[in-house]
């Protein structure tokens, strides 16, 4: 017998070995089923902060926050391996790249900024803007679920006063920016900011209400890793154009960006990026005392987008007079002034498809004006992401609170079928107990909750909302503070914090071993 027929024999002998144990252990006739997915929180979040706006007059504060949650194995196992969360100036690393010291910190590594020791509890730091880089890092372990930065810069004067706000994002590939404008009057940037190491490639489309607005030096960006690149959005239109819907698609690498937008006369802040959706848009949190509300819409597929508009007040959804729908032709722009739609409540504007299962895109955004006169302000509300579990926001002044000159309102708003939530007021980052509140939402109503803060609060706070049951949930919270008789503001949404994932549980399948 040779040594082919001895081999043979042998992957017989052990496959009858292998299926031996196999008949020990599944029962007869039946497969052998795995557990369940469970899901467990993210072992790692990566956030991208824009540049600050510009002023030698503009102060910029930080806040770091992730929201406390129920230990389970993965987070055990965080723990014991350490967590850190930190942003690093673009151009850095978490790594760093010298030699490291008696405190293992590497010899040109830069000291983290608003660096996190554990959940519940916000970070703040100062920043004098005029100088402030754009920042990147990340968050581990325990302190990765739900990880979110909030960047805040009050420019007392000149142009492009008043608060600026935004939420650092996440890097992604692909954005849709209703509502920016190569106008005169307006010096809009975009901050491609690259968190890797490669570098990344990023093209950049304008559409306007007549398709797309010819460019000459969009294509092609070159964004060094670990950088950051300003595009004024004026350059790249050959004439001047009020409303525009900015594209930006990177076809290598991945980035983020956000838009800076600066008015001559009417203040600035950010333009975060809107929701892309084939059903219903959201758009939460326009203020109380909002004076002009402008919505642009953009239909970026092949088909035409018919939208029916309506307006979730405290008490039910009502169609704003003479705005009860719109037609979006594809690839178009459509700009609409809804004036003072909230009159005197606050409000949420939903957009929904005329016609269920359409399959048109859409996206959009709000330009919000306060105040009259030479003492307006701006914010935008973009389209926002449903909270479909958890979703945080840094940054309330705690300290404003019992002013007349500022504070902080969450809106929450129930478009479709009732709901239940659950918010809560972290401890702030100078003292405080955490307090939360079970808030009923009735269907297609907007709901404000403007006196729910930490017990003894000092400095920032975050607030949390978490989705009990009911319906689809969309949440925004305004930053106000009045300054020369301006009431600056700003918006951000709150999109769900992606904490958990879903993480299959291995099963034993011994099938594979035979034909």
């Given at each position: ?24 252990t ?73 030699r ?11 000291d ?11 970070v ?16 581990d ?35 849709w ?103 219903s ?121 019992s ?74 919270r ?23 994932v ?14």
């Open positions: 017998m040779n040594r082919t027929t001895y081999s043979l024999f042998g992957v017989v002998a052990a496959l009858a070995a292998v299926t031996g144990v196999a008949s020990l599944v029962p007869s006739g039946e497969p052998a089923a795995g557990p369940a997915a469970a899901r467990l929180p993210v072992e790692r979040s990566t956030l991208v902060c824009p540049q600050p706006a510009s002023s030698e007059v503009g102060e910029t504060t930080y806040t770091a926050y992730t929201p406390e949650g129920g230990s389970t194995e993965r987070e055990e196992g965080a723990k014991s391996g350490g967590s850190a969360a930190g942003l690093l100036p673009a151009g850095s690393t978490l790594e760093g790249g010298g490291s010291g008696e405190d293992g910190k590497k010899a040109d590594e830069p983290p900024v608003v660096p996190l020791e554990k959940p519940g509890v916000p703040t730091a100062e920043a004098d803007s005029s100088g402030s880089p754009a920042l990147t890092g990340s968050a372990g325990s302190l990765a679920p739900g990880w979110t930065v909030q960047q805040t810069t009050h420019v007392a004067a000149g142009t492009g006063r008043g608060l600026l706000g935004v939420s650092c994002t996440v890097p992604g590939t692909e954005f920016f209703p509502g920016a404008s190569t106008a005169k009057s307006r010096h809009d940037y975009i901050h491609l900011t690259n968190p890797d190491d490669a570098s990344a490639v990023v093209d950049l489309e304008l559409y306007g209400k007549d398709s797309s607005v010819k460019t000459e030096s969009g294509e092609g960006i070159n964004v060094p890793g670990r950088s950051t690149v300003p595009v004024l959005l004026s350059t790249l239109s050959r004439e001047p154009v009020t409303d525009v819907v900015l594209h930006v698609v990177a076809r290598s690498g991945r980035i983020g960006a956000q838009v800076q937008s600066v008015d001559e006369e009417l203040g600035g802040d950010w333009l975060p990026a809107s929701a892309d959706s084939r059903g848009l959201v758009l939460p949190g326009i203020p109380a005392d909002a004076t002009d509300v402008r919505l642009v819409v953009f239909a970026p597929g092949e088909k035409d987008a018919d939208l029916k508009v309506r307006l979730a007040t405290p008490t039910g959804a009502i169609t704003p007079a003479g705005q009860e729908s719109l037609h979006v032709r594809s690839g178009t722009t459509v700009a609409v002034d809804l004036g003072d739609v909230t009159r005197g409540e606050p409000g949420s504007l939903i957009l929904s498809p005329a016609q269920e299962g359409s399959g048109a895109r859409a996206v959009a955004a709000l330009r919000v004006l306060r105040g009259e006169g030479a003492r307006q302000e701006t914010a935008f509300i973009p389209a926002a992401v449903p909270v479909r579990e958890r979703a945080s926001v840094a940054g309330s002044d705690a300290g404003a609170e002013g007349e000159d500022g504070g902080t309102v969450l809106s929450l708003v129930a478009p479709g079928k009732a709901a239940k939530v659950r918010v809560t007021a972290s401890a702030g980052s100078g003292g405080g107990e955490p307090a939360g509140r079970t808030i009923d939402l009735k269907a297609g109503t907007t709901t404000a909750v403007d006196d729910l803060r930490p017990k003894g609060a000092k400095g920032r706070y975050a607030l949390t909302v978490e989705r009990l049951s009911g319906g689809e949930v969309y949440a925004a305004t930053l106000s503070l009045e300054d020369d008789g301006i009431p600056m503001f700003t918006v951000q949404t709150l999109p769900d914090d992606r904490g958990t879903s993480v299959p549980r291995a099963g034993q399948d011994l099938s594979v071993l035979v034909d």
